[in-house]
């Protein structure tokens, strides 16, 4: 058993097609589909049920899996630290980003400024606790936390209201949120972490939003309300700003809404140095925001 073949069983298990596995890895599928019957004949097991010429990982796999993606990332974070003994401001850091991804654009640029070595890896998508990749920085809102990771806080922000700038409310200077109860929303996907905070700040007021419009992107929730499809929350300064005299933002009065950003890393996880670096870095940007 060798890396080689290790790092190939991951790129197969993750995808589950030795078609696609081939074509990521570069080599030929029965190149691949022989090295990894040798890995199943070396384990003993099967690692695959394959009906035709689909494949699907089984409990023998997916047992596997874990083991491989642990051994494979802790060789990773050894090669790291030597990296980070010999001094070199290079590597790469991994962010899972909840939140504020606006303001990733800005930090990582200004970051390599500093450090141009460095590389980013970002995942941007919502996934089952279970089943979240190992990550060096994550940046979320509360109360959200991943188990075996340590958090600290980055800012506390108003979530306001954006009206487009010819709705009837249009010339407030704050509003209720139950008056608003009736109107058309644009919001986020059920699972994000600003949906289900809305959600509840809707509940907390009494109703139940009609949500008129529903994606994942929340640039696509700000083009939306500037196009007058809609209104939408809008956090005051993660969302940067509103999009010009065509939106107008506006507290929310009869409920409190807040919500804290946060950033958090595995305690028993080794950070590396350029990691660490971009903690305090990540820190002191949003220190200035506040």
């Not at 990773?76 to 010999?86: H, I, R, S, V, W």
């Not at 506390?156 to 109107?183: G, N, Q, V």
């Not at 700040?201 to 139940?208: I, N, P, S």
């Not at 083009?223 to 700003?241: D, E, H, M, R």
């Amino acid at each position: 058993m060798d890396l080689l073949s290790l790092r190939y069983f991951q790129v197969v298990a993750n995808v589950q097609s030795m078609t696609k596995a081939a074509e990521i890895l570069h080599i030929s599928q029965p190149a691949l589909s022989k090295m990894i019957k040798h890995l199943e004949n070396e384990l003993t097991v099967e690692l695959f049920d394959r009906t035709g010429k689909y494949i699907r990982l089984n409990e023998y796999g997916r047992r596997f899996l874990e083991k491989v993606n642990l051994s494979l990332q802790t060789l990773e974070d050894g090669k790291q630290e030597l990296l980070d003994l010999a001094e070199r401001s290079v590597g790469t850091i991994v962010i899972l980003v909840q939140v504020g991804s606006y303001l990733l654009p800005d930090m990582i640029t200004k970051f390599r400024e500093l450090h141009p070595g460095v590389q980013f890896k970002l995942l941007l998508h919502d996934q089952d606790a279970a089943t979240y990749p190992l990550f060096d920085l994550c940046i979320s809102s509360a109360p959200f936390r991943i188990p075996g990771t340590t958090a600290e806080q980055l800012l506390t922000e108003d979530i306001m209201l954006a009206l487009p700038s010819d709705h009837r409310y249009a010339e407030r200077k704050s509003i209720r949120l139950d008056e608003l109860a009736k109107d058309g929303f644009i919001n986020l996907k059920s699972g994000k972490r600003l949906r289900e905070t809305t959600d509840l700040l809707c509940r907390t007021a009494g109703f139940t939003p009609q949500i008129v419009y529903e994606c994942d992107d929340p640039a696509m929730v700000r083009s939306l309300v500037q196009a007058g499809l809609g209104i939408c929350f809008y956090p005051a300064i993660t969302w940067g700003n509103s999009g010009g005299t065509s939106v107008i933002l506006l507290p929310i009065e009869d409920v409190s809404s807040k919500r804290t950003i946060e950033i958090s890393w595995y305690s028993n996880r080794y950070m590396s140095n350029i990691a660490r670096a971009f903690k305090s870095f990540v820190q002191e940007y949003y220190k200035q925001l506040n």
